[in-house]
T-cell receptor, first 116, second 109 residues
């Protein structure tokens, strides 16, 4: 099993450009998440989807949009990239959906984004 | 908002030593506490998950404990090996997990 797969692994953008990060999981998990990791700040939740058809804001949602395309796929879109969005982005999934329990989190390998 | 703190930020030990990594959190109303390992340039690998009704979990040389009343968790690594060198992260929360900034462990051969 591949687990959680993210694409692309690396991307360089210019300020104002848009792009979409793709994430897919093959564990039949209900919940999916997007985090960003910055030096000295730990991982911070951007958006999450507790179940297919639902999405909610996390700690740092500004400048991002998400789409839960189906149970397997959860994409993150930057409409107008800014240098402050230079970061490493991680997608994760967990078994539980509604009820607020996260269950055990499984992560992808990360997408390293640089905005010039 | 849940605040998760990990001390120390970095730790170096000789091979074979037993060690303890610390994690503290401010809000004891958590559902889960999870420990992860992160190698440089890689994603996070789940090590142990402790649900709120549990006090500890064990996997091989790893043992994690949870004390909700004091807002603390510890990760015990027995007989450390150079391959254990990595950054160890803890995360705690209810609806969502909040992460600490990690402890970077170096095991010296």
């Amino acid at each position: 099993n591949a687990g959680v797969t993210q694409t692309p692994k690396f991307q360089v953008l210019k300020t104002g450009q848009s792009m979409t990060l793709q994430c897919a999981q093959d564990m039949n998990h209900n919940s999916m998440y997007w985090y960003r990791q910055d030096p000295g700040m730990g991982l911070r939740l951007i958006y999450y989807s507790a179940s297919e058809g639902t999405t909610d804001k996390g700690e740092v949602p500004n400048g991002y949009n998400v789409s839960r395309l189906n149970k397997r796929e959860f994409s993150l879109r930057l409409e107008s990239a800014a240098p402050s969005q230079t970061s490493v982005y991680f997608c994760a999934s967990s078994e539980y959906g509604t009820g607020g329990l996260t269950g055990e989190l499984f992560f992808g390998e990360g997408s390293r984004l640089t905005v010039l | 908002k849940q605040e998760v703190t990990q001390i120390p930020a970095a730790l170096s030990v000789p091979e074979g030593e037993n060690l303890v990594l610390n994690c503290s959190f401010t809000d004891s109303a958590i559902y889960n506490l999870q420990w992860f390992r992160q190698d440089p340039g890689k994603g996070l690998t789940s090590l142990l998950l402790i649900q709120s009704s549990q006090r500890e979990q064990t996997s091989g040389r790893l043992n994690a404990s949870l004390d909700k009343s004091s807002g603390r968790s510890t990760l015990y690594i027995a007989a450390s090996q150079p391959g254990d060198s990595a950054t160890y992260l803890c995360a705690a929360g209810a609806n969502n997990l909040f992460f600490g900034t990690g402890t970077r462990l170096t095991v010296i051969p």
